[in-house]
């Protein structure tokens, strides 16, 4: 099937920087896109930000202006940059890619990777 590998997570300092990568293997998945989610402790899981195909981007309004999405590797592969990071940031951030398996569209979605962002 597919498999998303998560890499970066970690525990820094307000105004910080932090990288996420997300590499997706299985040779016949075709992505439409790939992106984070996060979910923080007693709080429903919410789009940090998302990357087409196309490279078209979208973003959650609480990154807006300090998160950057971004692919390469032959688009298998996603990576977020986080600028100037809050405590308000501190979260498990998702990986997530759809698009064609075969004939089925699918959803998957990475093991999740702790965000700890420290005043």
């Known amino acids: 099937q597919v498999q998303l590998v998560e890499s970066g997570g970690g525990e820094v300092q307000a105004g910080g920087s932090l990288t996420l990568s997300c590499a997706a293997s299985?040779?016949?998945?075709?992505?439409?896109?790939m992106g984070w989610y996060r979910r923080a402790a007693g709080k429903q899981r919410e789009l940090v930000a998302i990357?087409?195909?196309?490279?078209?981007?979208n973003y959650g309004d609480p990154v807006k202006g300090r998160f950057t999405i971004s692919r390469d590797n032959g688009k298998n592969t996603v990576r977020l940059q986080m600028n100037s990071l809050k405590p308000e940031d501190t979260a498990v951030y998702y990986c997530?890619?759809?698009?064609?398996?075969?004939?089925?569209?699918?959803?998957?979605w990475g093991q999740g990777t702790q965000v700890t962002v420290s005043s």
């Open positions: 299985g040779s016949i998945f075709r992505i439409n896109s």
């Open positions: 990357i087409t195909s196309a490279d078209s981007t």
């Open positions: 997530k890619a759809d698009g064609w398996y075969g004939s089925n569209w699918k959803n998957y």
